[in-house]
């Protein structure tokens, strides 16, 4: 035999390595779990400790040693201060002067040093705006307002800081916005002490209504002396209680600000995505920010805590499990912020450097990704481009390697591209299905304690519908001369192809969150290039290597800040109300977030002996999850940690008619449900099952003769639940409206003058009746000049001052006929910060509810009457 005869045989020998993992072209079954195990680890290993990852909190007694650096312990003290108060709700005594007193106090204990100078400012304020559709009007509602500015300046340029230190009527409040009160409190004193003269000065906004919403960042913006110098912002919230401050909205059109929040952060954590969604409203909250923007057109940047939703708006938001290394992390991110851009040049003429958007992400919190639209636009396309190239110049290697023309190739590329598509919508359907399924068996939320059982029972059914369609097709055409390696590679190619076809879409139509599809397509296409270089792409395995290699640094990136979106959404399902189906929004996140973590992944299944039976057992794991969701371990609630929310009313309803007279009055228990499984405590709470929904009554009276307190229940009201119960006690300040004057203006025009006094949460709605409209009043014109939706919604509430509201409607009837009734008026009071008018049946039937449940409650009424 001759040497080169040898030399052949011996190369078509496999190696140990081969015969270990190799049968033939495909990768022995048994390998397959620790090819999972393998992206598991990552993720679990990797991606979710660097999610949750926290610096040491430095003590006061570290102090000595950093001087002058943020101290989490001091940060901490303040929040068990502020939450000690108790719930602090706008009109309430703990609001408008036990947390201002203490606020007060500690500002005036901090001492100036030789660089800066400290003011403080105590803000009164009235006003009124519409958020969404509501007209939002407040009276007498404070802020406290300090400012620190080098010695000696006269710069008109100032950093606006704010955070909000009012709560819900049920909330201790220490996550939302106690944590974020008690770190600007930090922040404020370092600098005051510190050596370091800032060059231009810094407005710290304690922001005492928020909750309301947003009544006193409108109040600063549009009222106090300081606002009109305030050329930037950096807004502070929570809808969580701990983890790391995540900037979620920035600018707009202000890349500078970006700028300065990359070269000053110390542990970055930030999201183009999280804007996008934000501002989308897919999020279930809002923030002084929008007000900021659009009401005194100051840039910023937005930042917020998202750990730990669940116990957001709750009783359960308390100063001792908000972690201290969260403060720490949050506190060092805003001192280095602050100093950074209070001494910027931009914050000078932040105008001169409005220049459009930005994309921005962090990586793994170790340093910030950060570009301009523009710049993103000409990235994007370039690499969606050079993938396509890559990509068809591998099918011509295809075509040369295997001796089929390219013709054929291209033919098999174009089969194997409808292939994945339908691969794809299959993968989406079946996860939609069970989600649909799982709602229809009242299963819905089995995931929201124990999160995990999301993996098994919408990604593993998605991965099954995206590997399944081409397995059958593989296995149809097993015939083909293309070796099963290649026709793995097509498969992938194709994938590639759709991620750039994808990428230049949505780049079109301005998507800046299209990054992360564009750096899956990068990161694939080095792969190939590597393949390519190596000559690996020709083997029938090998070229797995360094695919998986290119494939691990974007699964491990997608799959921490996927894991952080649903760290933020899933406790957020809690509270989005009874319309929405959780688990048909759960797999729709599954399905996107599955197509981009795993498309890469998935397909090489392919190449395992035995792959559709691997594929199948995806299957199994799905049913075990679905299971497992029927036991106690799928209940989704948690006494303490993981609650059921509900708000409850105690109210009193009174319906008069044109004469004035009672036509209907009823007391009972209001119940708004907060998520989709109310049927949960139908048997547990004391008369549930005599619960009607309100929908017949939204029909037939102004605004369901229901006392609304915001916008969102105005949205959802319909889905409200009504129980008749003993009368409730309301106190002397019920709502009156009183008509002072009534005077014809024209033949078809009439005034009204009223006045309305009660207690300091008031509704009030008004209904044209009988061909009338409204042509004017005194509350904001954007209503009438917009035609909202009648009833209009006017939300009203005050501080310190209870006198009454002096306001006038103008009507118009076009046929003159004054003696029908003209105006309907529903008037609602809410009793938010009242314990103490909780009756005893009240509090046995708060008492009903499972431990798991928590129930906002407080008195509330509701009258209607026309004129």
């Keep these: 035999m001759s040497s080169d005869a040898e030399e052949k045989r011996a190369k078509a020998q496999p190696n140990g390595c081969e015969r270990a993992f190799v049968q033939g072209s495909k990768i022995k079954w048994f390998w397959a779990p620790a090819f999972f195990g393998f992206w598991l680890l990552l993720y679990v290993a990797i991606s979710i400790p660097a999610c949750n990852r926290l610096p040491r909190p430095l003590t006061i007694q570290d102090e000595a040693k950093h001087p002058d650096q ?276 931009e914050l000078e003429d932040s105008s001169k450097y409005a220049e459009g958007h930005t994309i921005y992400f962090d990586v793994m919190g170790w340093f910030l990704v950060f570009y301009t639209e523009t710049e993103g636009v000409i990235l994007n396309v370039i690499v969606a481009l050079a993938s396509l190239g890559i990509c068809g110049f591998a099918f011509k290697l295809m075509s040369v390697s295997s001796g089929i023309k390219l013709d054929k190739i291209l033919k098999r590329v174009l089969h194997t591209f409808f292939v994945h ?117 020709s083997k029938d395995v090998a070229w797995v290597i360094p695919h998986i290699v290119c494939i691990v640094p974007p699964f491990v990136f997608f799959a921490y800040f996927s894991h952080g979106f649903f760290t933020t959404f899933i406790p957020m399902f809690g509270r989005f109300g009874e319309n929405l189906n959780p688990d048909l929004a759960v797999a729709v996140f599954s399905v996107a977030v599955g197509f981009l973590t795993c498309g890469f992944i998935v397909p090489v299944l392919q190449l395992f002996n035995k792959s559709k039976t691997i594929i199948t057992a995806l299957l199994g794991v799905t049913l075990l999850c679905f299971i497992i969701a029927m036991t106690p371990i799928g209940f989704p609630y948690r006494p303490a940690t993981n609650v059921q929310r509900f708000a409850v009313l105690h109210t009193k309803r009174t319906f008069h008619d044109a004469e004035n007279h009672i036509r209907r009055q009823e007391s009972g228990y209001f119940i708004m449900p907060q998520d989709r499984r109310t049927y949960t405590v139908k048997n547990a709470v004391i008369n549930m099952t005599l619960a009607q929904r309100i929908g017949a009554d939204c029909e037939k009276e102004i605004n369901c003769g229901l006392p609304l307190y915001n916008q969102r229940w105005h949205k959802t009201r319909k889905n409200s639940l009504w129980i008749p119960a003993s009368e409730p006690v309301l106190g002397e300040d019920l709502p009156t409206v009183i008509v002072l004057s009534k005077k014809p203006l024209t033949a078809t025009k009439i005034r009204y003058e009223m006045q309305l006094s009660g207690p300091n949460h008031m509704a009030l709605f008004i209904k044209p009746l009988n061909g009338a409209s409204v042509k004017d009043w005194s509350f904001h014109k954007a209503p009438l000049r917009l035609n909202f939706e009648t009833p209009y919604f006017v939300y009203f509430s005050w501080g310190v001052n209870g006198d009454p509201l002096k306001f006038w409607l103008e009507l118009e009837k076009p046929n003159g006929n004054w003696n029908s009734s003209t105006v309907e008026l529903g008037l609602g009071g809410h009793w938010t910060h009242h314990k103490d008018m909780l009756t005893p049946d009240f509090k046995k039937f708060l008492d009903s509810f499972p431990a798991y449940v928590d129930a906002t409650p407080w008195p509330a009424s509701f009258e209607s009457r026309i004129y």
Excluded at 127 to 154: A, D, E, L
Excluded at 155 to 181: E, I, K, Q
Excluded at 461 to 479: Q, R
């Design 70 to 345: 943020f101290i989490a312990e001091r940060a901490e003290n303040n929040l068990h201060a502020l939450v000690d108060i108790g719930p602090r709700v706008v009109g309430s005594r703990q609001n408008e002067m036990a947390a201002l007193k203490l606020l007060s106090q500690k500002m005036q204990k901090i001492r100036s040093g030789t660089a800066n100078d400290i003011e403080v400012d105590v803000q009164v304020a009235s006003g009124s705006y519409v958020h969404w559709s509501m007209v939002n009007m407040y009276q007498s509602i404070q802020n406290i307002v300090v400012k620190i500015s080098p010695k000696g300046t006269n710069s008109t340029t100032y950093l606006l800081v704010n955070s909000h230190y009012d709560s819900v009527p049920a909330g201790p409040g220490a996550g939302d916005d106690g944590s974020m009160v008690a770190t600007m409190m930090e922040v404020l004193r370092v600098l005051a002490k510190s050596d370091k003269p800032l060059k231009n000065p810094v407005v710290f906004l304690f922001n005492g209504a928020e909750e309301n919403p947003l009544q006193a960042s409108h109040a600063f913006i549009t009222q106090h002396k300081w606002a009109k110098y305030c050329k930037a912002l950096i807004n502070l919230d929570s809808c969580g209680n701990g983890g790391r401050e995540i900037l979620f909205q920035s600018g707009p059109n202000h890349p500078w600000l970006m700028k300065n929040y990359r070269r000053a952060i110390k542990h970055p954590y930030a999201s183009t995505m999280g804007e996008e969604l934000f501002q989308n409203n897919f999020i279930p909250s809002d923030t002084d920010f929008r007000i900021f923007r659009d009401h005194g057109s100051v840039p910023g940047l937005d930042m917020a805590y998202t750990y730990n939703g669940y116990v957001y708006h709750t009783r359960h938001d308390k100063a001792d499990i908000f972690p201290r290394g969260s403060l720490q992390h949050t506190g060092d991110n805003l001192l280095a912020l602050v100093r950074e851009i209070a001494n910027s040049p």
């Design 421 to 537: 598509l339908l691969s794809v919508v299959v993968g989406a359907v079946l996860p939609v299905l069970l989600g649909l399924f799982m709602d229809a068996v009242h299963l819905p939320l089995s995931w929201f304690t124990n999160s995990w059982l999301i993996l098994g029972l919408y990604f593993t059914t998605f991965f099954f519908g995206l590997a399944i369609v081409p397995a059958m097709y593989f296995h149809w055409t097993k015939h083909d001369k293309l070796p099963i390696g290649q026709r793995v590679q097509i498969l992938l190619h194709c994938h590639c192809l759709l991620l750039a076809l994808l990428t230049l879409i949505f780049t079109i139509c301005g998507v800046r969150s299209v990054f992360v599809l564009m750096l899956s397509c990068l990161f694939y296409t080095m792969g190939l290039i590597i393949n390519i270089a190596t000559k690996l792409h």
